[in-house]
């Protein structure tokens, strides 16, 4: 009986102990069993805390929460962006300009930019900010125009400058803010864009009618200066009122 009793007691020990260990490994994957029960008769099983059940680092919900833009508001924050970065960039070369060329065409197009980007620029950054956007990266055609333009000097900045940038990125602009004009749907971006747009595109047509005269006389400037004999008298500049910084 003594015997018997005996290993009774250490069946009951051994069962505890696998109900215990079944429980915290159940426990470590988020699926506790039910209440391990005793058998009638046995001595009270030894307890052992149970494991807390593991967080998933990626909760299911959290992914359900997270739904792609729609295209309309997808293309308000693409507009938003390259109007930034475009400002951005007009005002950086303008500054450049300003300090760098003696062209007057070309520091009176820079100055023009600087006022059109101190007058939009609040309002483009409030858009902006009422989106929780941050201002954005230029693009890298972008800084690739900026970084050439730092290693320029004299008629080559001035000829890059009216290129690029009083031409070539205004004509842009308009066109994405036409685009806008006619495909965003929120009120309040759709009457900035419309309030903006004629000032874009009496600045182009200002540009357009100033630079390129400059930049068609430069171009065969440089032609002549590149097939002239050495030591021949270099070509003189048919407009110089207009570009005097050769």
């Avoid at 919900?61 to 508001?73: D, F, L």
């Avoid at 005002?91 to 600087?114: F, G, K």
């Avoid at 201002?135 to 009216?162: I, Y």
Wanted: hydrophobic share 45%; glycine share 4%; aromatic share 4%.
């Amino acid at each position: 009986m003594k015997c018997a009793g005996v290993c009774l007691v250490a069946m009951s020990a051994a069962l505890a102990w696998a109900i215990a260990a079944r429980a915290e490994s159940a426990a470590d994957y988020g699926n506790p069993p039910a209440a391990a029960v005793a058998p009638p008769g046995s001595p009270d099983l030894p307890t052992k805390p149970q494991a807390r059940a593991r967080v998933p680092l990626f909760a299911a919900a959290s992914a359900a929460s997270s739904r792609p833009m729609a295209p309309q508001q997808r293309e308000e924050w693409r507009f938003l962006k390259d109007a930034a970065a475009a400002s951005r960039f007009q005002a950086d070369a303008a500054r450049m300009a300003l300090a760098r060329s003696n062209a007057p065409v070309v520091r009176s197009l820079a100055a023009t930019l600087l006022d059109q980007q101190a007058a939009n620029g609040g309002e483009l950054v409030r858009l902006l900010h009422q989106r929780g956007m941050a201002p954005p990266m230029l693009a890298n055609s972008q800084r690739k125009v900026l970084n050439r333009l730092t290693r320029l000097q004299g008629p080559r900045f001035d000829r890059e400058f009216l290129a690029q940038v009083a031409l070539k990125s205004q004509q842009g602009e308009v066109l994405e803010y036409e685009k806008a004009a006619a495909t965003i749907a929120d009120p309040d971006l759709k009457a900035w864009i419309e309030q903006a747009l004629p000032s874009l595109r009496y600045r182009l047509a200002t540009a357009e009618r100033m630079a390129q005269p400059n930049l068609r006389s430069a171009r065969r400037l440089a032609a002549a200066s590149r097939h002239q004999p050495p030591g021949a008298p270099r070509p003189v500049a048919t407009r110089p009122s207009e570009w005097n910084s050769r």
